[in-house]
Each structure stands twice: as C-alpha cells, then as structure tokens.
C-alpha cells in the first residue's frame, strides 16, 4: 500500500493551495457578510482548469484523477467554502455526470464549455436539481413532471435549495415523467435557464456557505426537446443516484478542507495566545482538543482518499463515499467548533475566520444527503 502522492498531485495540491491564500482569502469575510457570489474566484478557478478538473481533455477538461480533485478541494474548502460547494457541483455533479451519461451531441454542446467554466469569455456553469419542496432525501418523491409530447417534454414543477441557482447557465433537472413506475419513470433533462418558462426565485439568505448562490428554480410549460433527455427512458433516479456517489466525495472533501482550516488556525493561535503565564497549547485541555482534531481530519482524509481511489480504479466507491462524507462532515462541524473554543472569545468575532467555518462546516451534513441518508446507504450496503 502506497500513501505516497504523485508529482503531479502535489503539483494541484500547491496550486490549489495558492489560489485559495492568494485569490480567495482575500476579501472572504465580506463576500460572507454581504452574501456575494465569488464570481471573480469562479472566473479564476476555471483558467486554472478546475473547473472541470476530471473531463477529459478532448472534452475540454484537465484529465485528472479524482485524487487531485480530493486534494484541490480540501486546500480551497480551508479558506472559503463558498467557492468550493460551486466548484464541486460543477465537477462533480454536473460534468461527471454528463461526461459518463451524455450523448456525444450532449457533450460537445454543454460538456465542453461546462469544464472550462466559460464561453465566449463569460462565466458558464451548472447546477444539479434533483431536491424539491416536498422531495429532499426522499427524492424518489418527485412532484416536477415532465410531459412527453412527442418532440419534446412539457417541464412543470418546483426545485429548490438550487446551488448556482442564478449563477448556472445549465440544469441538469431531473423530473417525473411516469408516476405508476415510480424511480423507473424518473428522467433527467439539460435545461438552459434562459429558455422560456424558467423563473428563478430570490436568493437565499443562509447561515453559512453565504457566498454561494442557493435558490428556488420555478419551470412552467418549459419546453425541453427530447434530444435533451440524458440516457434511456427512465434512467433519471440511477443517474441521479450515481452521480451523488461522486459528488459526496466532493463533499467529503469540502468537508476535511473546512475541518483542516479550522485546525491550522486552533493550533497557530495557542502557539500565540497566554493564559496563567504560558501559551495555552500548554494546558493539556487544549493540546488533547488539538491532538483529537488531528487524528479525526486525518482519518477523515483517509477516507476521502479511498473513495477517490477507488472511483479513479473503477471500483463501485458507494460505500466508500458516503463513509467519507458522514465521517468528514461530523468531523468539520466538530472540529469547527472546537476551534471556537480554542479561540475563546476572539473565535466568536469575524476577524478570526472560525465562526464562519463553524457556521460553513454544518452545511455538509445536510446536503447531497443527510447524514442520516448516508447512514441508510452505508447500513444498506453493509446489512445487505
Ligand atoms: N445506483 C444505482 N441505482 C440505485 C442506487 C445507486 N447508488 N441507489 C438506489 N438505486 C436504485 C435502487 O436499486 C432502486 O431500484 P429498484 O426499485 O429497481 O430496486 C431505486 O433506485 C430506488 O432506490 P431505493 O429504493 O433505495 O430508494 P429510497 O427511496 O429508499 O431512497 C436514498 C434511497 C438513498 C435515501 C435516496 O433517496 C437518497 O440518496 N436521498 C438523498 C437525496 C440527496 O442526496 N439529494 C442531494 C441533492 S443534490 C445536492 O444536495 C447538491 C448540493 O447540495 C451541493
Ligand atoms: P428532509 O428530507 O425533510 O429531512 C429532514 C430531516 O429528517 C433530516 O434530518 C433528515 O436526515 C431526516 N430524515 C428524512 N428521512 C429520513 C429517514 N428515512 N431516516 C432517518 N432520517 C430521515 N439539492 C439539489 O438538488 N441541488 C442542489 O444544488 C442543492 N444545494 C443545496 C444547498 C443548500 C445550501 C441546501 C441547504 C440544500 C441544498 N440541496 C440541494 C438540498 C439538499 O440536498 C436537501 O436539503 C437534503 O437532501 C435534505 O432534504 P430536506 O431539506 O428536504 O430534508
């Protein structure tokens, strides 16, 4: 077994390290307090190929495995998680997706410019729509129908909690279009949000992950031509479900970067700070927080890794992705507010950057499943 990055890994792992202290920590506070899109860091980020980081290259992508996707994302998710969650539903739900289970029109139309994260010089990018109103992890409940008409499918319905929401140009939605077959009559559809019928709602206001656009996307009478559907009839839940498996990797390591970023700065400031005449990484209380965040994050990365690996060797990584994500997550919001803690008071104020990853890190056992749900699929697979 070799624990050993590549050159090239370690060649993304620095890059990305880069970006986030030079591109993203500056101005990161406001972007939060004001909820501002990091549209610049966004542009950014897809020159330097991360964008669509695992696309092939004839498809205009990086090629990389998902090891330095792993690694890329931990470094960014250290200092703005709002840049990440973008850059993750791009990657990972959206290109993936299209790249294993588009058409080769499908792919040459919205893959290409997707994994650059431009076209004709503006910002292009995706979202995912799978959570509804009254459809959030029990997804098969899908209320938006998607009637065939022959040449194209009337859309009608709600999607909400919509990450990139405005910021898209591209909706992969996925929708009911037989009821009586329940998952098997789910499709998934390529929408482009300025065609007619598509009206997206406010944006909303959150308790963390501020940056990031997350909106309700209302479609009436959309009209979607049928070249639109991705794969066979009734293949919209096992695409949904198979891209998720990914897409939690990119969560996990969302995850582990926010948990990391709150350590480094635990462990910087009691090397700093005194109480009762010494540096407070003196007083055991504190080392032993610090020695238990290490050892969680650590494992927490281990497993994201392993998932990684194993989506790189094609090896069913269902499992293994939602251990990492229940893992990391628990380990983020942990380690996030431990990190408060270390801090005292000064934790509690926006200059030190903990409380907002504390308030960034409970986001990640919610989304692209629960921790519940993660638990249901581990149990699931490992009763089975
Ligand atoms: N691969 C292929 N097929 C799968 C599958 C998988 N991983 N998982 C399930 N299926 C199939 C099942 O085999 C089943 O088919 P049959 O009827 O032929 O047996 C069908 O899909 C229905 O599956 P289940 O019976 O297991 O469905 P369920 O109702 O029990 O739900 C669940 C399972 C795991 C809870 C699932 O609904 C789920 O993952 N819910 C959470 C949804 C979620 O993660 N949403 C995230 C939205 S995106 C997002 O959040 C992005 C972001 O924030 C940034
Ligand atoms: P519910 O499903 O109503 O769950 C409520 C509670 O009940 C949870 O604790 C849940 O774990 C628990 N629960 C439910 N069922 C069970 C069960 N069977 N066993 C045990 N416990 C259970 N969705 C998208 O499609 N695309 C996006 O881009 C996207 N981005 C998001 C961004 C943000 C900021 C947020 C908040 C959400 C986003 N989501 C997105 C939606 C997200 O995936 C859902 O919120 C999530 O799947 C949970 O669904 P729900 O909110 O309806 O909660």
């Known amino acids: 077994m070799i624990f050993e990055l590549s050159e090239e890994q370690l060649m993304i792992q620095q890059a990305a390290r880069d970006f986030a202290r030079n591109e993203c920590l500056p101005g ?79 792919k040459q139309k919205y893959l290409t410019p997707l994994a650059q994260g431009r076209k004709d010089g503006e910002l292009y990018i995706g ?36 990450t990139n929401g405005s910021s898209a140009s591209v909706y992969l939605v996925i929708a009911q279009t037989d009821a009586a077959k329940k998952s098997k009559g789910i499709n998934v559809f390529i929408v482009e949000k300025n065609w007619p019928g598509v009206t997206v709602a406010a944006k909303e206001n959150k308790l963390g992950i501020r940056g990031s656009d997350t909106h309700t996307v ?58 009762f005449g010494t540096e407070i990484r003196n ?9 238990d965040m290490a050892t969680r994050i650590e494992a927490a990365r281990l497993l994201c890794l392993k998932a990684a690996w194993e989506k790189d060797n094609k090896i069913d990584y269902t499992l293994s992705s939602s251990m990492a994500k229940v893992f990391a997550s628990e380990t983020a919001m942990w380690t996030a507010t431990e990190a408060v803690q270390v801090h005292g008071g000064y934790g509690y104020v926006k200059e030190y950057h903990v409380e907002r990853l504390m308030r960034d890190a409970k986001i990640t056992q919610i989304y692209e499943g629960t921790s519940e749900v993660q638990r249901i699929v581990i149990s699931r697979s490992i009763l089975k």
């Open 127 to 162: 979202a995912f729509m799978l959570s509804e109103p009254e459809a959030g992890s029990d997804a098969t409940s899908q209320r938006t129908t998607a009637e065939d008409k022959g040449d194209h499918y009337l859309l009608n319905g709600t999607k909400n909690w919509i």
């Open 283 to 291: 007083h055991q209380a504190i080392a032993f927080k610090l020695a």
């Open 218 to 275: 209302m479609f009436t009478d959309v009209k979607v031509p049928k070249e639109n559907r991705i794969g066979e009839d009734g293949f919209g839940f096992t695409f949904a479900m198979k891209t998720l498996a990914g897409g939690r990797i990119g969560i996990a390591s969302q995850a582990l970067g926010i948990a990391s970023g709150a350590y480094e700065l635990a462990k910087e400031y009691s090397k700093t700070r005194k109480a």
């Open 28 to 106: 990161v506070i406001e972007r939060d307090e004001h909820q501002k899109f990091p549209k610049e860091q966004i542009m950014k980020l897809a020159e330097l190929g991360f964008m669509g980081m695992m696309v092939d290259t004839a498809y205009g992508g990086s090629g990389l495995d998902t090891v330095s996707y792993v690694l890329a994302m931990e470094e960014i998710s250290k200092i703005d998680a709002s840049v990440s969650v973008c850059m993750s539903v791009n990657n990972s739900l959206v290109c993936y997706g299209l790249q294993q289970y588009a058409s080769e029109e499908q």
